[in-house]
């Protein structure tokens, strides 16, 4: 415990520094040097320890598609099309096995699904007007969802929520993480975002608290697959990078389409 609250202390001013103080495009290099880490620890857990070279063309690839996705939207799918099809001729030209070649390009693809995909939204989120508050938010809601799933889930948790991908998580648990987050978020109306409606922040909170428990259970699925504890060690006390950003990577995606298509973050 002690470990995980020096890590969180340190990390603390240096999120802060770079969700509120620097310019969306330096923000948009840190998303992509986080994306790099995250799609460099989700490719060791699935692919064998020979396949460096594979692992390192993947990651490579994981960049651009942060960037076209955060700048140029429209594109995302065409260029994330040309690179499944890149990689699917290699493998075919690599092997001549038909079920190697579907495991290898389906875990590459889940890849870039999952972590350079799903991160865009996040640097679409800063662009937005108020766009750093509601990253910080959503950060915010995140803490406080993880905590009270923690404490909670502890104290009164009987009723398992998913025991085939992760034992301890209760569902008294997941209820008392919802709870706090429509809490962190009225709060974070108060004090971040008093130009907003307490509709749009309640919203958020509830999708960030609820979504990003799935993302929670996701991260726990890849990890029993690949039949790990941590997805890596970069955060000493807190495992990887992965581990630390799995619910966000299902909580940006959908409170920034809920900003977007209702202009709540132009209010």
Same mark, same amino acid.
């Given at each position: 415990?002690?470990?995980?609250?020096?890590?969180?202390?340190?990390?603390? @001013?240096?999120?802060?520094?770079?969700?509120?103080?620097?310019?969306?495009?330096?923000?948009?290099?840190?998303?992509?040097?986080?994306?790099?880490v995250?799609?460099?620890?989700?490719? !060791?857990?699935?692919?064998?320890?020979?396949? !460096?070279?594979?692992?390192?063309?993947?990651?490579?690839?994981?960049?651009?598609?942060?960037?076209?996705?955060?700048?140029?939207?429209?594109?995302?799918?065409?260029?994330?099309?040309?690179?499944?099809?890149?990689?699917?001729?290699?493998?075919?030209?690599?092997?001549?096995?038909?079920?190697?070649?579907?495991?290898?390009?389906?875990?590459?693809?889940?890849?870039?699904?999952?972590?350079?995909?799903?991160? !865009?939204?996040?640097?679409?989120?800063?662009?937005?007007?108020?766009?750093?508050?509601?990253?910080?938010?959503?950060?915010?809601?995140?803490?406080?969802?993880?905590?009270?799933?923690?404490?909670?889930?502890?104290?009164f948790?009987?009723?398992?929520?998913?025991?085939?991908?992760? @034992?301890?998580?209760?569902?008294?648990g997941?209820?008392?993480?919802?709870?706090?987050?429509?809490?962190?978020?009225?709060?974070?109306?108060?004090?971040?975002?008093?130009?907003?409606?307490?509709?749009?922040?309640?919203?958020?909170?509830?999708?960030?608290?609820?979504i990003?428990q799935?993302?929670?259970?996701?991260?726990?699925?890849?990890?029993?697959?690949?039949?790990?504890?941590?997805?890596?060690?970069?955060?000493?006390?807190?495992g990887?990078?992965?581990?630390?950003?799995?619910?966000?990577?299902?909580?940006?995606?959908?409170?920034?389409?809920?900003?977007?298509?209702?202009?709540?973050?132009?209010?």
């Open positions: 415990m002690k470990q995980r609250i020096i890590t969180a202390l340190i990390a603390l @001013p240096i999120v802060l520094f770079f969700t509120l103080v620097v310019s969306t495009p330096w923000f948009a290099a840190v998303v992509c040097g986080v994306a790099v995250a799609l460099w620890e989700f490719y !060791s857990m699935v692919f064998t320890s020979e396949r !460096s070279r594979v692992k390192l063309f993947a990651v490579a690839v994981g960049v651009p598609i942060v960037l076209v996705g955060s700048y140029f939207p429209q594109m995302i799918v065409p260029v994330a099309g040309l690179f499944f099809m890149a990689f699917a001729l290699y493998f075919l030209w690599r092997y001549h096995d038909v079920d190697t070649v579907i495991s290898e390009v389906g875990l590459l693809t889940l890849g870039w699904l999952y972590i350079p995909i799903l991160l !865009s939204p996040l640097v679409l989120l800063h662009k937005l007007e108020h766009g750093s508050l509601w990253v910080l938010m959503v950060l915010m809601v995140t803490m406080m969802c993880d905590s009270c799933a923690y404490f909670i889930g502890t104290a948790g009987k009723h398992r929520l998913y025991p085939a991908i992760s @034992p301890k998580k209760s569902i008294e997941a209820l008392g993480g919802l709870l706090g987050s429509v809490v962190a978020a009225l709060a974070a109306h108060l004090w971040l975002l008093p130009q907003s409606s307490w509709i749009d922040c309640l919203v958020v909170g509830t999708l960030a608290g609820s990003g799935l993302g929670d259970l996701f991260e726990s699925m890849i990890k029993r697959y690949a039949n790990i504890k941590d997805s890596g060690a970069i955060f000493p006390g807190h990887g990078m992965l581990d630390r950003i799995d619910s966000l990577l299902f909580s940006f995606p959908a409170v920034y389409a809920y900003l977007y298509f209702t202009s709540g973050a132009f209010h």
